[in-house]
Nanobody
Framework: QVQLVESGGGLVQAGGSLRLACAVSGRTFSNVVTGWFRQAPGKEREFVAAIRWSDGTTYYSDSVKGRFTISRGNAEKTVVYLQMNSLKVEDTAVYYC???????????????????WGQGTQVTVSS
């Protein structure tokens, strides 16, 4: 089993920044991918960003590209961060961290590509 715990959510004004953290523990695999998804009220859960641990390759949705950055901790390699800059009201959602051991990057942007999920953290951006 893999456990994921998110932290860092909160309330911020539009244009501001927040950094989310995801602590990953438990069983490890040769290929680990950690992704961030978000779900706004009344909407489907959508892909935000992902990072492949083996080589650091990152993936982003078009809606956050250039504003959000996903990374792993320098000292704590099992912590994955999502730095969110230039936040918009439409970024308001519950943000979920997820882990996958899929090989094909096709799955990295798909909710079904991830077997383990955190409990989520609320991000609210006010106008």
């Amino acid at each position: 089993q893999v456990q994921l715990v998110e932290s860092g959510g909160g309330l911020v004004q539009a244009g501001g920044s927040l950094r989310l953290a995801c602590a990953v523990s438990g069983r490890t695999f040769s290929n680990v991918v950690t992704g961030w998804f978000r779900q706004a009220p009344g909407k489907e859960r959508e892909f935000v960003a992902a990072i492949r641990w083996s080589d650091g390759t990152t993936y982003y949705s078009d809606s956050v590209k250039g504003r959000f950055t996903i990374s792993r901790g320098n000292a704590e390699k099992t912590v994955v961060y999502l730095q969110m800059n230039s936040l918009k009201v439409e970024d308001t959602a519950v943000y979920y961290c997820a882990a996958s051991n899929r090989i094909s990057s096709t799955y990295y942007v798909m909710r079904s590509g991830y077997a383990w999920w955190g409990q989520g953290t609320q991000v609210t951006v006010s106008s």
